[in-house]
C-alpha cells in the first residue's frame, strides 16, 4: 500500500510482486474467455463450432495446452453466468492489452461471431459495443471484420441475420 502511494507522488511505476502479475494475468484470461464466450451465445445457441472456434483462439492467444484451456473455457462461462455486463470484462482487457491486442481482439469476436456461417443481429451488435468499450475504431472494427471474411473465405456472408 505504501509503495502504490509513493509511485503516485514520484510518478514512478508501484512495483508489482510474481502474485499480483499472476493474478492479472488470470482475470485477462478470464475476461477474454468470458467475451469470446458471450459472443457465442448470443444467438443462443453455443454450438460445437462455436466451442471448438473459442478454444482454438483461447489456445493460440494465450499459447495454452488443452487442458488449461478446457479450463479457461469453464472459468470464462463461470464469469458469463455470474455477471450481468460486458464492462467489467472490457475493462480488464482495456487496461492489460496494447492497441494491436485490443485489435486481434475485436477480431477474435468477430470470429466466433461467424464461427456458424453467418452472423447474427445480437452477435453484431455486441461486437460494436465491444468496439467502443476497447476504444478501438470503427474503422479497424471492419478491417478485422473483412480481414475475418476473407480468411473463413465468407466474402458474400450477409450482414446479420435475425433468428
Known sequence: MISKFKALLTGRPAPVDAKT???????????????????????????????????ALLKDHFELDAEDTDDLMEEGRKAVAHSGELYGFTRIIKDNFSEEERIRMIEMLWEVAYSDGELHHFEANL?????????????????????????MGLNDAPASKEL
Do not use: P, W
Not at 129 to 151: F, I
Open 127 to 151: 461486437v460494436r459495443r465491444v468496439t467502443g468499450l476497447l476504444y478501438v475504431s470503427d474503422r479497424e472494427s471492419g478491417e478485422a471484420r473483412k480481414r475475418v471474411l476473407t480468411t
Open 21 to 55: 502479475a499472476d493474478q492479472n494475468s488470470e482475470r485477462l484470461r478470464v475476461a477474454t474467455s468470458a467475451l469470446l464466450i458471450e459472443a457465442a451465445s448470443m444467438d443462443g445457441h453455443f454450438d460445437d463450432d462455436e466451442q471448438a472456434t473459442v478454444a
